[in-house]
């Protein structure tokens, strides 16, 4: 009996860059074990469409009604859900994730299969369309969103997130579950000679740009098994990813080559990003201390000024307010001091200098460049 060679990690660089033509599921099976960092998924969404839209004045609106977006059932399209997500669970790393977006036509079903095959939720984001197609009927609401689904390989996956990134891009507020970006439109919705449009659900690069600087660092390969008119590939180029790409639909591969090409890839040092707190290289208040930046008997201030404790030589907290008296960690005092159940005190406390009061978390953050050179 022949024996089946096993694919090695390697063979996936012979991909990279690349489109590959062909059904989504059976190509995913010629791709190695444990080989992808991210999986992008914009799959059919089963519209279910009952005849032709129209506008009020009886033109036809452009909508999804390619042989691709349609299935015989729910359970036909269930099965064929179920099936690519298994392969995509298979090729990804242990510590890989998948993002999918989708309609209410299809996330909910999309949402079940994802934890049904063994993929850990994260989030749900909710894409909110600044410019929506208005319900020209009047018989719903405008469909203004879609959801996307980010999921881990699994529980136990470390997977990437680079939650400080995001705030700083949010001008140092935390990245919530809600983005508004609009839909493809002018110069960057792609158009055939004709000026009808090459695919009818591209996606808006910026809404790629931030699912990849949310979930991935440079040098990760990212698949998109439904790869389309290549947004997914675009904005991995730039943003210094690898990307594999699978389509069967030939228009929209000329299409996708063609616009990947003229891709320039930011330069290296303009890809860094601000680092993880995860990823950073703990550094606890007493080496702060021990290193003298803050000296024993030194003030600390909350940010507004109405709160002092004093530091001690093993880089506890003191602080007396009448008769009241509180110490420990700068987090269980700075906690304490707001009557609350947590504080992160690296933020809280902040030191004097001759420019003025700064956060201690900006000693903490010297003593780490020092450790890296």
């Known amino acids: 009996m022949a024996t089946k060679k096993k694919k090695t990690g390697n063979d996936i660089e012979t991909h990279l860059g690349r489109i590959l033509e062909g059904d989504c599921i059976e190509t995913m099976k010629t791709l190695p074990d444990a080989s992808i960092d991210l999986v992008f998924a914009d799959p059919p969404y089963n519209l279910q469409l009952g005849g032709d839209l129209t506008r009020p004045d009886d033109s036809r609106v452009d909508g999804v ?33 998948v993002w999918v977006i989708g309609s209410y036509h299809n996330i909910f079903r999309v949402g079940t299969a994802i934890q049904d095959t063994g993929f850990w939720i994260l989030n749900d984001v909710v894409w909110r369309k600044s410019n929506p197609m208005p319900n020209f009927r009047g018989t719903r609401l405008t469909n203004a969103h879609e959801t996307l689904i980010w999921a881990a390989k699994s ?56 699912v990849l600087i949310a979930s991935t660092k440079p040098g990760d390969i990212v698949l998109d098994p439904f790869f389309g008119s290549g947004a997914t590939g675009a904005a991995a180029k730039y943003l210094g990813r690898r990307f594999i790409g699978i389509e069967r639909d030939k228009t929209y591969i000329a299409a996708a080559q063609k616009r990947i090409a003229k891709v320039k890839p930011l330069e290296e040092e303009d890809l860094k990003t601000q680092p993880s707190p995860k990823a950073a290289k703990r550094v606890p208040f007493g080496q702060v201390v021990e290193t003298r930046l803050i000296k024993p008997g030194a003030k600390l201030f909350s940010p507004q000024g109405n709160h002092q404790a004093k530091v001690r030589a093993d880089g506890s907290l003191y602080v007396k307010d009448g008769e009241t008296e509180i110490q420990g960690s700068i987090h269980k005092v700075g906690a304490a001091v707001q009557q609350r159940e947590a504080c992160n005190g690296w933020t809280y406390w902040h030191y004097e200098e001759k420019t003025g009061r700064k956060p201690i978390d900006f000693l903490r953050d010297k003593i780490r460049k020092e450790m890296t050179g």
């Open 65 to 97: 009604d390619d042989d691709w977006d349609k299935f015989d059932s729910f359970r036909a399209y269930d099965d064929f859900t179920r099936a690519w997500l298994a392969e995509a669970r298979r090729i990804l790393k242990p510590d890989g994730a």
């Open 155 to 210: 529980q136990k996956s470390k997977y990437t997130f680079n939650y400080r990134a995001l705030k700083t891009a949010n001008d140092d507020l935390q990245m919530r579950s809600d983005w508004e970006f609009p839909i493809c439109t002018g110069a960057e919705r792609l158009k055939d000679d004709k000026g009808a449009k090459i695919h009818p659900t591209q996606k808006p690069e910026s809404l790629l740009y931030r």
